[in-house]
C-alpha cells in the first residue's frame, strides 16, 4: 500500500512559467517531506524539505507547501528553465520517535520544461 | 559529486553468480541505506544499518546480503537473483538523526540474465 502518491507521472511546462508538482500522503504520521530531483543515470539528489510545523518553505525558484489537513504537498518552481526537466520525487519520513529517520518515495514525475 | 560512491554502475550477472555492490560515502554520516528502484515503481527501502548495526530488512530475500563493516563503507552481496531482481540499486547516507534528508549514489544499474 503506497503512503506516498504522486498521481502524474509527467508534466509538461513551457520555459519561464510555473510548474506545479504535486504529492498525496496517507499517513498523518508523517512529519517530514522532502523533494528529490533525479537526472538519467544519476542518484537522486536532494532539493529541498519542510517540517510538519510549516507550511511554505522557500529556497530561490523552488517553493514547497504543505497544506496537513489535506495531506498535500506541492513543488513550485517559478521561473522553470530547461535545466529543470528531471524526475522529482516526494518523500515523506515519520521518524517514528527513533533516532534514524525512514524515507517513503512517491514513483516520481518527470517534468518536462521547453524553450 | 554528491559524496556517496557506488560501484560498479552497471552490472550483468548470471541467475546462478555471486557479486557484490559497493557503497562508499565521504559525508561522515553515520546512518546507510540500500534502496531498490524498479520500473514504474517507487524507490523502495532495502536495508538500514546505523552505526554499524542493522536496524531494518524490509522483508528483503536472503539472496540479497548486506554488509556493513564500518560507518563509510556499505556492501550488497547478491547470489542466486532471478531476473525480476534487475533493478537500479541505490546507496544513500543521512546523520544518524532522524528528519533529515539522505544523500544518494549514482546508483548501480543491475540485470540478471
Known amino acids: 500500500d503506497q503512503q506516498v502518491k504522486q498521481n502524474s507521472p509527467s508534466l509538461s511546462v513551457q520555459e519561464g512559467r510555473i510548474s506545479i508538482l504535486n504529492c498525496d500522503y496517507t499517513n498523518s504520521m508523517f512529519d517530514y517531506f522532502l523533494w528529490y530531483k533525479k537526472y538519467p543515470a544519476e542518484g537522486p539528489t536532494f532539493l529541498i524539505s519542510?517540517?510538519?510545523?510549516?507550511d511554505k518553505n522557500e529556497d530561490g525558484r523552488f517553493t514547497v507547501f504543505l497544506n496537513k489537513s489535506a495531506k498535500h504537498l506541492s513543488l513550485h518552481i517559478v521561473p522553470s528553465q530547461p535545466g529543470d526537466s528531471a524526475v522529482y520525487f516526494c518523500a515523506a519520513s515519520d521518524d517514528r520517535g527513533s533516532t534514524l529517520g525512514r524515507l517513503y518515495f512517491g514513483r516520481g514525475t518527470q517534468l518536462t520544461v521547453w524553450p | 559529486e554528491t559524496g556517496v560512491t557506488q560501484t560498479p554502475r552497471h552490472l550483468v550477472m548470471g541467475m546462478t553468480n555471486k557479486k557484490s555492490l559497493k557503497c562508499e560515502q565521504h559525508l561522515g554520516h553515520n546512518a546507510m541505506y540500500w534502496y531498490k528502484q524498479s520500473a514504474k515503481k517507487p524507490l523502495e527501502l532495502m536495508f538500514v544499518?546505523?552505526?554499524?548495526?542493522?536496524?531494518e530488512n524490509n522483508s528483503v530475500p536472503s539472496r540479497f546480503s548486506p554488509e556493513c563493516p564500518n560507518s563509510s563503507h556499505l556492501f550488497l552481496h547478491l547470489h542466486t537473483l532471478q531476473p525480476e531482481d534487475s533493478a537500479l540499486y541505490l546507496c544513500a547516507s543521512s546523520r544518524e538523526d532522524g528528519n533529515t534528508e539522505a544523500f544518494f549514489g549514482q546508483g548501480t544499474r543491475l540485470t540478471v540474465v
Open positions: 544499518y546505523n552505526f554499524k548495526e542493522q536496524t
Open positions: 519542510i517540517s510538519s510545523i510549516k
